[in-house]
């Protein structure tokens, strides 16, 4: 099977292309390629494939397998690949991801994509949309107890359910004990990805993330834009932010006028390779 590995400021991923044939078992494949000693070394595995209700389709999974309905590190770099392997010479592109499309724009130099800007679509804040046991309207601020300490949660959707809590340091921050008790909480009846952000200034937001299946990744475009949300519903934060995360930093725009988010970014490609998927499950199912 032929793969190519890319990332969005370090949210790396294995792609393949699936515009002509039909995966078989994509959760399994995505636990054994994910595997970072033992496979090939990723946040998950995202699928590119044919739409009949936009230019492409990506199926993401995470890398315990589960299914993802959106990722924005992802999609950027699958505007990427379909612009730089000659699946179309669109430089706008409509992708469709869990359900919903969502529009794009290239940034082309030298015939690559450079950078692409993407319409996140609007914002979900109401609870039992999210999903998470609340009341009201939103949560903002919201406190909610973990590992019996309170925290202060604001809990936004952007295709995928996040819980972005502010913190005064994000730096010493024990992720890898909290992370887990954050996306397991009776609260998230679909798990969580949860944000610990710091306030830098109302124009800049430093942001830690664990997501839900993966653990603690290098960056999360949705998560950026649900952070974005966060603070602007807090009062911390303009509309328009720099967000810097482990892996490098996205600009996120929340517009006042149509409601939605846009993220704007890099997408890389590392390498390109094949593998034999009974050699890899044998591999990784090696004890």
Same mark, same amino acid.
């Given at each position: 099977?032929?793969?190519t590995?890319?990332?969005?400021?370090?949210?790396?991923?294995v792609?393949?292309?699936?515009?002509?044939?039909v995966?078989?078992?994509?959760?399994?494949?995505?636990?054994?390629?994910?595997?970072?000693?033992?496979?090939?070394?990723?946040?998950?595995?995202?699928?590119i494939?044919?739409?009949?209700?936009?230019?492409?389709?990506?199926?993401?999974?995470?890398?315990?397998?589960?299914?993802?309905?959106?990722?924005?590190?992802?999609?950027?770099c699958?505007?990427?690949?379909?612009?730089?392997?000659?699946?179309?010479?669109?430089?706008?592109?409509?992708?469709?991801?869990?359900?919903?499309?969502?529009?794009?724009?290239?940034?082309?130099?030298?015939?690559?994509?450079?950078?692409?800007?993407?319409n996140?679509g609007?914002?979900?804040?109401?609870?039992?949309?999210?999903? @998470?046991?609340?009341? &009201?309207? #939103? /949560?903002?601020?919201?406190?909610?107890?973990? =590992? !019996?300490? $309170? +925290?202060?949660?604001?809990?936004?959707?952007m295709?995928?359910?996040?819980?972005?809590?502010?913190?005064?340091?994000?730096?010493?921050?024990?992720?890898e004990?909290?992370?887990?008790?954050?996306?397991?909480h009776?609260?998230?009846?679909d798990?969580?990805?949860?944000?610990?952000?710091?306030?830098?200034?109302?124009?800049?937001?430093?942001?830690?993330?664990?997501?839900?299946?993966?653990?603690?990744?290098?960056?999360?475009?949705t998560?950026?834009?649900?952070?974005?949300?966060?603070?602007?519903?807090?009062?911390i934060?303009?509309?328009?932010?720099t @967000?810097?995360?482990? &892996?490098? #930093? /996205?600009?996120?725009?929340?517009?006042?006028? =149509? !409601?939605? $988010? +846009?993220?704007?970014?890099?997408?890389?490609?590392?390498?390109?390779?094949?593998?034999?998927?009974e050699?890899?499950?044998?591999?990784?199912?090696?004890?």
């Open positions: 099977m032929k793969f590995k890319m990332h969005g400021i370090g949210n790396d991923y792609y393949m292309d699936c515009t002509k044939e995966l078989e078992n994509p959760e399994e494949l995505a636990r054994l390629v994910s595997d970072r000693h033992k496979g090939i070394g990723a946040d998950g595995l995202i699928l494939k044919p739409s009949e209700l936009a230019d492409f389709e990506m199926a993401m999974y995470n890398a315990d397998g589960s299914y993802g309905k959106m990722c924005g590190n992802g999609i950027r699958v505007a990427k690949y379909v612009y730089d392997n000659g699946l179309t010479d669109k430089k706008e592109l409509r992708i469709l991801s869990g359900g919903a499309v969502k529009y794009l724009k290239l940034t082309v130099r030298d015939g690559k994509v450079e950078k692409v800007r993407v996140m609007e914002p979900v804040l109401e609870p039992e949309k999210i999903p @998470v046991i609340g009341r &009201g309207e #939103s /949560l903002v601020g919201e406190p909610i107890v973990v =590992d !019996n300490q $309170v +925290y202060e949660m604001t809990c936004v959707s295709g995928n359910p996040h819980a972005v809590v502010f913190l005064d340091d994000v730096e010493h921050l024990k992720l004990e909290l992370g887990p008790k954050f996306e397991s009776e609260r998230f009846p798990r969580v990805n949860t944000e610990f952000v710091r306030r830098i200034d109302r124009k800049h937001l430093q942001m830690r993330v664990w997501e839900r299946g993966s653990g603690e990744t290098m960056a999360c475009g998560g950026a834009c649900a952070t974005a949300v966060a603070a602007v519903l807090n009062g934060a303009e509309r328009d932010v @967000v810097h995360l482990l &892996g490098g #930093s /996205l600009e996120i725009s929340w517009d006042e006028k =149509d !409601n939605c $988010v +846009y993220m704007t970014g890099p997408a890389a490609t590392v390498f390109t390779g094949e593998f034999d998927p050699e890899l499950k044998t591999s990784v199912n090696q004890k």
